[in-house]
């Protein structure tokens, strides 16, 4: 988690607790909005893959709300469980493909902007394997970034909402290189001691 998102967390969750308190009486699961949220961001394939950025970036956002509000909702509940971990952080992959999937269509007659969201999909899966990996290996400290899963999510839905998809695609490209670089290094730091 990034130094702003952990900051604004606290705000977030009590920002969002009245929802999150009705959620719980009408006893909605935590894994129910997390499949919700995959469902919300699979929708916004066609919208990409057809040019319509902004409905696509609509979907995108809905799809992370739920992403954000899974976890609280568990916690909340108290039904924080290991298998809720595991089907969160994989649909957090595949939630960070499919709008790139629906944006590869859409620039598939575009060689350059597709190697810009092919690279994207590299990069974006790299930072989340890398920081797995370290942790499979026992690395303890606290493996974090300066452009992780909600910066990266949240600049391309900005741009696509703003029509601008290649500029939300360069920044999410050079960030997610700049981390996956930056937990490489902090890998190397900490394995190497």
């Given at each position: 988690m990034s130094v702003l998102i952990k900051n604004l967390k606290p705000l977030w969750e009590q920002?969002?607790?009245?929802?999150?308190?009705?959620?719980?009486?009408?006893?909605?699961?935590?894994?129910?909005i997390s499949l919700l949220g995959i469902v919300l961001t699979f929708l916004a394939v066609?919208?990409?893959?057809?040019?319509?950025?902004?409905w696509g970036g609509i979907f995108v956002a809905a799809g992370g709300l739920?992403?954000?509000?899974?976890?609280?909702?568990?916690?909340?509940?108290?039904?924080?469980?290991?298998f809720g971990a595991l089907?969160?952080?994989?649909?957090?992959?595949?939630?960070?493909?499919?709008?790139?999937?629906?944006?590869?269509?859409?620039?598939?007659?575009?060689p350059?902007?597709?190697?810009?969201v092919l690279f994207n999909i590299a990069f974006w899966f790299l930072v989340s394997y890398v920081k797995a990996r370290?942790?499979?290996?026992?690395?303890?400290?606290?493996?974090?970034?300066?452009?992780?899963?909600?910066?990266?999510?949240?600049?391309?839905?900005?741009?696509?909402?703003l029509n601008l998809p290649e500029v939300g695609l360069l920044i999410t490209l050079f960030g997610s290189l700049f981390t996956f670089l930056q937990r490489l290094y902090l890998g190397y730091k900490l394995l190497e001691k």
């Open positions: 920002f969002t607790l009245p929802f999150i308190n009705r959620l719980n009486k009408l006893q909605i699961h935590p894994n129910f066609p919208f990409l893959a057809k040019g319509n950025f902004v739920c992403d954000a509000l899974d976890g609280h909702l568990a916690r909340y509940s108290g039904k924080v469980s290991p089907l969160d952080s994989t649909l957090d992959r595949l939630a960070d493909f499919l709008p790139l999937f629906g944006l590869a269509l859409y620039f598939s007659n575009s350059f902007w597709l190697t810009v370290l942790e499979g290996l026992g690395v303890k400290e606290k493996i974090g970034g300066l452009f992780e899963r909600t910066e990266r999510v949240a600049t391309l839905v900005v741009f696509l909402i």
